[in-house]
Antibody, heavy 119, light 109 residues
Framework: QLQLQESGPGLVKPSETLSLTCTVSGGSISSSSYYWGWIRQPPGKGLEWIGSIYYSGSTYYNPSLKSRVTISVDTSKNQFSLKLSSVTAADTAVYYC???????????WGQGTLVTVSS | QTVVTQEPSLTVSPGGTVTLTCASSTGAVTSGYYPNWFQQKPGQAPRALIYSTSNKHSWTPARFSGSLLGGKAALTLSGVQPEDEAEYYCLLYYGGAYVFGTGTKVTVL
């Protein structure tokens, strides 16, 4: 059974770079033609799609975040990562990772990790 | 900036039927937007219900169904149960990028 788990610092200072990793277990990140994505949810607000990476390495980003976002994959560790630069308090959110494609949708999801931007 | 709009809130009686819609600021929603629907309860991660307009996951209760309705994506809950009270989000595909809907709070009363 495929499982995803987010990890990374829970507190990041303003203007610094937020870095999160999603570890995939129960399957290989490079064995099938899936996308691996990041989604976030500010406290009390709705979901926001951040971006995705295809198993081959192609990336797709939310236009409103594109200048600050980098998503990468490390097949040797079966992980993919999110970097969000120049963060502000508005980037405080629960960050989720998920696998997706057109033929099976967005599943599974990680449990989510809260990242707070504060000095 | 593309906006995907959902009803802010809907109330339904137990055993009743309710339809949630998902509209795109770019025009009519078609199957090419690969609509997804998610359920989220407080403190929990979203749970996928529907993908590619009308396809259900193995865990999706039969009372949930997805469709296209009047130029929008739609999620219909038939025979609503108390445990269906939750926030529901749609997700649309825009040629490489995705946009979540604004969310609908469904209250079972």
């Amino acid at each position: 059974q495929l499982q995803l788990q987010e990890s990374g610092p829970g507190l990041v200072k303003p203007s610094e770079t937020l870095s999160l990793t999603c570890t995939v277990s129960g399957g290989s990140i490079s064995s099938s033609s899936y996308y691996w994505g990041w989604i976030r949810q500010p406290p009390g607000k709705g979901l926001e799609w951040i971006g995705s990476i295809y198993y081959s390495g192609s990336t797709y980003y939310n236009p409103s975040l594109k200048s600050r976002v980098t998503i990468s994959v490390d097949t040797s560790k079966n992980q993919f990562s999110l970097k969000l630069s120049s963060v502000t308090a508005a980037d405080t959110a629960v960050y989720y990772c998920a696998r997706h494609d057109f033929w099976s949708g967005y599943q599974p999801w990680g449990q989510g990790t809260l990242v707070t931007v504060s000095s | 900036q593309t906006v995907v709009t959902q009803e802010p809130s809907l109330t339904v009686s137990p055993g009743g039927t309710v339809t949630l819609t998902c509209a795109s600021s770019t025009g009519a929603v078609t199957s090419g937007y690969y609509p997804n629907w998610f359920q989220q309860k407080p403190g929990q991660a979203p749970r996928a219900l529907i993908y590619s307009t009308s396809n259900k996951h193995s865990w999706t209760p039969a009372r949930f169904s997805g469709s296209l309705l009047g130029g929008k994506a739609a999620l219909t809950l038939s025979g609503v149960q108390p445990e269906d009270e939750a926030e529901y989000y749609c997700l649309l595909y825009y040629g490489g990028a995705y946009v979540f809907g604004t969310g609908t709070k469904v209250t079972v009363l």
